[in-house]
């Protein structure tokens, strides 16, 4: 349990010291967010109602949570991970 903790502090750190890294992080997972929602609605447009568009909205919506999860990492990177730098500098 010590060594997660050991190996938890040390990412949180790596993380926490690059806010434009994480400004990065953010934009981009923005970006691939919008891309994935864009590609569901190019399904439910264009291509006829069949399995094959829902293969099609499944790939967007695996984009547009991946998206979510890349832009969830820059924003703590921002924010939470920085304070927690910070404090961890000043002892």
């Known amino acids: 349990m010590a060594k997660f903790l050991q190996i938890l502090?040390?990412?949180a750190l790596k993380l926490?010291?690059?806010?434009?890294?994480?400004?990065?992080?953010?934009?981009?997972?923005?970006l691939?967010?919008?891309?994935?929602v864009l590609v569901i609605f190019v399904a439910d447009k264009?291509?006829?109602p069949s399995v094959y568009q829902e293969i099609i909205a499944g790939f967007g919506l695996l984009i547009a949570a991946a998206?979510?999860?890349?832009?969830?990492i820059g924003y703590?990177?921002?924010?939470?991970?920085?304070?927690?730098h910070?404090?961890?500098?000043k002892d």
Do not use: E, H
């Not at 926490?16 to 923005?30: D, E, S, V």
């Not at 998206?67 to 969830?72: D, M, P, Q």
């Not at 910070?86 to 500098?89: A, E, G, H, T, V």
């Open 9 to 11: 502090d040390q990412l």
């Open 76 to 84: 703590l990177s921002m924010s939470v991970l920085r304070i927690y």
């Open 67 to 72: 998206g979510v999860l890349w832009s969830l």
């Open 86 to 89: 910070m404090l961890k500098n």
């Open 32 to 36: 691939l967010f919008a891309f994935g």
């Open 16 to 30: 926490g010291k690059n806010p434009k890294l994480a400004l990065m992080k953010l934009i981009q997972g923005g």
């Open 46 to 48: 264009v291509i006829m």
